[in-house]
């Protein structure tokens, strides 16, 4: 393969030692030269004029080659590394003001020998440029994606915030604005329907309190302390049915409270109707949450564990960076398998934790939302001994609500 650099220095050592040869010292540079193989002629100066750039004898595949891969060399030959006399590729270099030396018989793939030097390093940089931009590219449609997907896993529609950024592609806006939308859609369908059981609910109240007072005129005493007991069970059903429907944990706002004596507090005010609770772990944990909305969950908690445990326990601990908070009692427990159920309104099981205590199911789905909407986890394991432990778990960066809440 020629290389065109080492020839054209070639030609440029042999002009430059012609320029202060005489005339027949020329001859026999020349002579020497030409019998090694070399195609080399004097040539008048004016002949530089009737350099061609192109010819027409040379292939598309060469023409491109030699536009890619133009030598880069410092002495540039006379009329450049493109040059043709009579669709013949030469290479000259000027001898004096008159006389040219012209170096003819090159093979139309003289510059393939750029390719083979060049070639791999051009290659290896646009590999390197393609899978830069491919990653690039699959980072930059999927991000958006990645940050839909994780706004719908964490998504609470009752906060009336925007749950999807409308940012980035056209594609990408219209899928989150037309997330928003559903959203939209769906929360005033839950509002309605919600304000409907409201109302529905309040206004069983008015004929549930007249059929109280008739009821007590019955001369019946069996008979009217059934009825009474119905009515209380009736009542009781909807005041549960209005604290589940009531969703001020969605309202409130992050306040920095002492979660421990929050915690000592409910085991007091359980200890003053009747029911010990030990309270276990440290005397002061500052966290920034939704004080009523975490009161309460803890309340229905304990609520459940001293209708069906005799012992109650309430334990705080700080495990890296998550709040623990376990209410233990030593009851009948609940089955494995019915435990993600319980979780559901109005569901109520048939064997253990059921007597004449028993609630009407919307007790631990109230508690679900709230951790829900704090962003921890909810779980219910089998205590030790015997009974339930329920464990509520918050992230020591707890947000509810889009809002930051730090553990300090």
């Known amino acids: 393969m020629v290389d065109v650099e080492e020839l054209a220095d070639s030609v440029f050592t042999i002009a430059s030692v012609l320029k202060t040869a005489t005339p027949e010292e020329r001859d026999i540079v020349l002579q020497a030269a030409n019998r090694a193989g070399w195609d080399l002629n004097l040539r008048p100066r004016a002949l530089a004029e009737t350099f061609k750039n192109s010819s027409p004898q040379e292939s598309v595949l060469d023409a491109t080659i030699d536009w890619l891969f133009t030598p880069d060399g410092k002495q540039v030959p006379l009329g450049g590394w493109q040059t043709f006399v009579d669709d013949k590729r030469v290479v000259s270099a000027e001898v004096d003001d008159e006389t040219i030396l012209v170096l003819g018989g090159l093979p139309s793939t003289a510059f393939w020998s750029e390719v083979l030097i060049r070639g791999p390093h051009y290659l290896v940089a646009l590999v390197t440029l393609i899978v830069l931009f491919s990653s690039f590219g699959v ?34 806006v219209a899928v989150a604005r037309s997330l928003n ?91 003053d109707v009747g029911h010990k609770i030990n309270y276990i772990g440290p005397n002061h944990l500052s966290a ?32 890296g960076d998550k709040v623990v908070v376990d209410v233990s009692d030593n009851g009948p427990g609940i089955p494995k398998e019915s435990r993600a159920r319980v979780l559901e309104p109005f569901f109520k099981l048939n064997a253990a934790r059921t007597d004449g205590n028993a609630g009407f199911g919307l007790g631990l789905s109230i508690v679900a939302e709230i951790v829900q909407a704090h962003r921890g986890t909810l779980e219910l394991l089998d205590g030790e001994p015997s009974g339930l432990l329920a464990r509520l778990t918050f992230p020591a960066d707890l947000q509810a609500d889009g809002v930051t809440a730090q553990v300090r």
């Open 139 to 172: 980072w930059a449609i999927t991000r958006p994606l990645r940050k839909i997907a994780s706004a719908a896993a964490n998504a609470d529609i009752t906060s009336g915030r925007v749950i999807f950024e409308e940012e980035g592609s056209v594609e990408i």
């Open 181 to 271: 939308g559903m959203s939209d859609r769906i929360t005033d369908m839950i509002q309605s329907r919600t304000r409907m059981l409201r109302g529905v609910s309040h206004d069983l109240r008015t004929p549930l309190t007249r059929l109280r007072l008739r009821v007590d005129r019955v001369g019946d005493g069996q008979l009217r302390d059934m009825l009474l007991a119905d009515i209380s069970r009736i009542d009781s059903l909807l005041k549960e049915s209005l604290s589940y429907l009531r969703d001020d944990h969605h309202r409130e706002q992050v306040e920095t409270i002492d979660l421990a004596t929050t915690l000592q507090t409910i085991c007091s005010e359980f200890d």
């Open 288 to 319: 920034n949450c939704k004080p009523l909305a975490i009161t309460r969950a803890v309340t229905n908690l304990c609520e459940n564990a001293v209708k069906f445990g005799e012992k109650v326990a309430i334990e705080l601990t700080r495990s």
